[in-house]
């Protein structure tokens, strides 16, 4: 009977997307757990992702707090009582006058707008690793898309050879029916000559039990064959899903924080950031021959950031560079309104790290629950890979 099921067993089918390479795939179906090599190439795969997952999540945080910290300050600005909001209006306003005297000086041609330039400012200490940044993201996309798909078309692959395999075992499946009922059809009017017609069928026999024989073991020893080559071609799809499952967390996350680098700077590209970094740059040298307009100007700055020091902003250097943002309610909503996206693509990206760390603990888990027998070693797997 077991032999009968082995070879008459249903073909497991599967749907699933090439092209989908942000899903996180767990297949336990043709995992052997009883087996240590698989169980702990499963395991290690599952910490591998809680690690990439964490170590993602650790860089977004840092930026994460500094918007939100950007966003309290705003909060603290507009809660400041009416004197001192008064106080630090009138420093902003005189700050901005002198500003505005500065224009003069930038009449010439070719120059970066006042908003322009200020945008670059705010971001000077930010901006040259931000080029770099965006170039490795850029680099890094191209090739993390061409193994991505490389393995899709090495899955494909092997996908279509897994279904070659199944139908042409479904093909010796049939042809032992077959060749079986046709041995059955031989025997009986082998039977039914020798007893009906008084015929000597010993030779009938003979021929047909020995060609029902010789085909039944030509099939098995192919079938054979097919299978060994069905269960390496089955091995090797498990190790491309976990191959898959690696790249495509890091392939979301640094679509992510591409999009969130252009997003901030502006740009489409690196080479754009780049030619706007070298225009500030050769700006900057051109405004130190107004160094009197800059010195006079730079003395207000001081004293707003000064009197904001006092109101415990965290960061009152951005403020001093952004004066009119205190004065006029449409750009702080803006600002407001720019950082809210920030944060909020930045919490995207810390809440996709959490989930594939979140998801794969609970597999862990999962597996330890289900397998008790195993769970004291995992769970020892899991201390030594935090360690």
Known sequence: MAFWNKWFRKKRQKNQTAD??????????????????????YVTNCLEQIAEATKELNLFSEEYATVTAYLTDMEEIEALPGAEREA?????????????????YRDKKDRMSDSEYADIRRQEREIPEGIQKLKECENYSVLVKHDL???????????????DLETTMDNFRGMVVIIFTAFIICMILLVTMQFGFDMNTKAGYLLTVGAAAVAETVLMVKYTDRERELRRVIRNINKLIQLQNKVKIRYVNN???????????????????????TRYQQEKEERKEYAEAEAKMERFRNQLITRLTNYHISDPVRWGDQPGALLDKREMVEIRHELILRRQALRKQMDYNTEVARTAKTEILDIANKYPEYAEEILEMVNKYEQ
């Open 20 to 41: 989908d390479w942000e899903r996180i795939v767990y297949d336990r179906e043709d995992v052997d757990f009883r087996s240590e090599e698989q169980r702990s190439r």
């Open 255 to 277: 679509t992510n924080l591409l999009e969130y680098l252009r997003m901030k700077y502006n740009v489409d590209r690196s080479e754009i950031l780049e030619d706007i970094w």
């Open 88 to 104: 630090l209006n009138g420093i902003a306003t005189r700050l901005l006058t002198v500003e505005r005297e500065c224009e003069r």
């Open 149 to 163: 798909k490389k393995l899709d078309r090495e899955r494909q692959a092997f996908e279509y050879r897994r279904s």
